[in-house]
């Protein structure tokens, strides 16, 4: 790699994904480039089935490519297996999803607790709890999931990506299941708080919210397999 692409906390080089079907070869990435920089927010957008998802998935080392490579913070992804891709992310990446994926068994401070506990970070709890804290959720911590709203869920959930301090931080559609104004407390939560975790972690977002798009650094489009810059 060159310097600069040392420096990125996440890179795609010569991405492809192709997937066979009854009805042929499928091309969804074809020979995508992308670095992603400390520090700053990348929104994608595109059209539904585009590769968007597919493209997020890649990148946390979630998904095998099918051609080219994918770094992770200074380490080849799509070379290492599963426990080697899972002990990678760990503590280094976090996510927030459309639909929460909070454990439905766990209070809101046992689901922000656990991804702590199982990376062995000190001060777990202390943690967990100044992370539910700046969510605005200390007085809901021993609260399930199904006694929260969805925006309460996503707060959660954000409180979860961000308490091991990621290097970057992934999010796929993280407005998509709430109404406006609780999306534009959710944008500002992820934007305050991706400056407040350390020297800033990198944000990678999909989205269909302009909203959230125009309030990143870099906006990108998928189209065709591939990346394109919009101003």
């Given amino acids: 790699m060159s310097d600069q692409a040392a420096s990125a906390v996440s890179q795609a080089i010569g991405l492809g994904k192709h997937v066979t079907g009854p009805a042929g070869s499928l091309t969804i990435l074809a020979g995508l480039n992308l670095e992603i920089h400390a520090?700053?927010?990348?929104?994608?957008?595109?059209?539904?089935?585009?590769?968007?998802?597919?493209?997020?998935?890649?990148?946390?080392?979630?998904?095998?490519?099918?051609?080219?490579?994918?770094?992770?913070?200074?380490?080849?992804?799509?070379?290492?297996?599963?426990?080697?891709?899972?002990?990678?992310?760990?503590?280094?990446?976090?996510?927030?999803?459309?639909?929460?994926?909070?454990?439905?068994?766990?209070?809101?401070?046992e689901n922000v607790l656990l991804p702590l506990e199982l990376t062995g970070t000190p001060d777990a709890a202390r943690r967990a709890d100044e992370a539910l804290d700046r969510v605005g959720l200390s007085a809901r911590a021993g609260h399930y999931p199904r006694q929260l709203s969805g925006g309460e869920q996503q707060r959660v959930a954000i409180a979860r990506a961000y308490a091991p301090r990621p290097a970057v931080l992934f999010a796929d559609e993280p407005t998509g299941n709430l109404d406006q104004t609780t999306g534009e407390h959710i944008i500002d939560l992820l934007l305050d708080l991706r400056q407040e975790t350390g020297t800033g972690a990198a944000l990678v977002l999909v989205t269909h919210d302009p909203r959230l798009a125009e309030r990143c650094d870099r906006r990108l489009r998928m189209h065709d397999g591939r990346l394109e810059p919009l101003t």
Avoid: M
């Avoid at 051609?67 to 290492?80: H, I, K």
């Fill in 39 to 109: 520090g700053e927010a990348v929104a994608i957008l595109g059209a539904s089935g585009s590769g968007k998802s597919t493209l997020l998935g890649l990148l946390a080392g979630l998904d095998d490519p099918t051609d080219g490579e994918v770094w992770l913070c200074g380490r080849r992804v799509d070379r290492l297996d599963e426990d080697g891709r899972a002990e990678l992310r760990a503590g280094r990446v976090g996510f927030v999803f459309q639909n929460f994926q909070l454990l439905p068994t766990l209070t809101a401070r």
